[in-house]
């Protein structure tokens, strides 16, 4: 318990750009399908990318938070900053991808039917009322939202010196995934609701205590043993053992990767644009490419185009974002 265990945030923004990756990887993996099979059954785990974000934010959130000496009257505040930092550069993917889809009929992209969609997808509210994400990739936003929420809630419970006010707080949020059972009778979209993914962020509060030495490894233990017996019988395997793998990560890498720590600071722009480039590589390049390296090369094209486009995003549209979100302080 006297060691430092703040070093579990090193390898926080290598994590980052190595999901948004396995994530791009998973969206392009269609094009490489029948030509490797392996390779792409492989590729299918990418898809889980979106859990290690939801781990990251349940530690680094109340780090941050407890960092700024957050209290129950920031909670506005709070969810400005959040909503200033993430949700500029969502709406201009968005419209990047409407506009990208749509330019050659501008009668469409006008359209009634089309706008409202728009609307509904930037105000988190599609699969509530009947419409489609624009993109699939969109789902993890109003999740990461309700989570600000509930997190900006509870954060003074969690770091409570009464350390079983603290346990049953979290008890209490990590049990909201069994509201699931009852979700799912009346409304298709689970996913879309932060009561799939309790055990998920439980996991995350969990690393924040035992990495702020809030409780020792015994009690760490149990924790994520809990969450991930519970995540085994609500989430798909694949969520839980992502979710777990990250923890894993996180307790024992420690140390920056340069690489991907490069790919982290433009995670969320690439996370968010990387589509259109599978949507145009897929079009136009893909019935062209015909050997197992012209596929490989495909993919490559498709990551690197990817990045730089992300990072073109990042400096244009995400880095002000950022730069608007610090501008809120607490009171």
């Known amino acids: 318990m006297a060691t430092d265990r703040s070093s579990i945030l090193n390898s926080v923004n290598a994590l980052r750009g190595f999901a948004a990756l396995m994530v791009c990887l998973y969206h392009a993996a269609y094009l490489i399908k029948e030509s490797q099979p392996f390779l792409y059954d492989i590729l299918f785990w990418g898809q889980e990318g979106v859990y290690v974000f ?3 934010s349940a530690l680094v959130l109340p780090w941050s938070m407890e960092h700024s000496s957050f209290k129950w009257s920031d909670t506005g505040g709070f969810l400005l900053k959040r909503l200033l930092r993430l949700h500029p550069p969502f709406i201009l ?3 990047c991808f409407l506009v990208y889809m749509n330019w050659w009929q501008p009668h469409v992209l006008y359209s009634w039917p089309v706008i409202k969609n728009f609307i509904f997808n930037i105000t988190y509210l599609a699969p509530w009322f009947g419409e489609h994400w624009i993109l699939d990739v969109f789902w993890f936003l109003p999740v990461q939202f309700q ?3 509930a997190i900006a809630l509870l954060f003074p419970l969690l770091i409570h010196k009464n ?15 069994f509201l699931n059972v009852f979700i799912s009778q009346v409304h298709e979209f689970v996913k879309d609701a932060i009561f799939f993914h309790a055990p998920v962020f439980t996991m995350g509060i969990a690393l924040f205590w035992y990495a702020k030495q809030r409780i020792g490894w015994i009690e760490f233990l ?18 839980a053992m992502v979710s777990i793998g990250t923890v894993v990560v996180l307790l024992f890498l420690k140390r920056k990767i340069k690489i991907f720590d490069k790919l982290g600071d433009i995670s969320y722009s690439f996370y968010l644009t990387h589509f ?20 490989y090369l495909l993919l490559a094209g498709i990551v690197v185009s990817s990045v730089l486009f992300a990072k073109l995003f ?3 549209i995400e880095k002000p974002s950022a730069r608007w979100s610090k501008a809120i302080k607490y009171k």
């Open 54 to 56: 939801y781990v990251i």
């Open 93 to 95: 993917a968005a419209l």
């Open 147 to 149: 989570f600000y929420i």
């Open 163 to 177: 350390d079983w006010i603290r346990r049953l707080v979290l008890l209490a949020f990590f049990c909201l995934c």
């Open 222 to 239: 149990i924790w994520i043993m809990l969450a991930s017996v519970i995540a085994f019988e609500t989430v798909p395997p694949r969520i």
């Open 276 to 295: 259109i480039f599978i949507s145009i590589f897929g079009y136009f390049i893909s019935p062209y490419s015909t050997t197992v390296w012209q596929k």
């Open 314 to 316: 990042y400096w244009v």
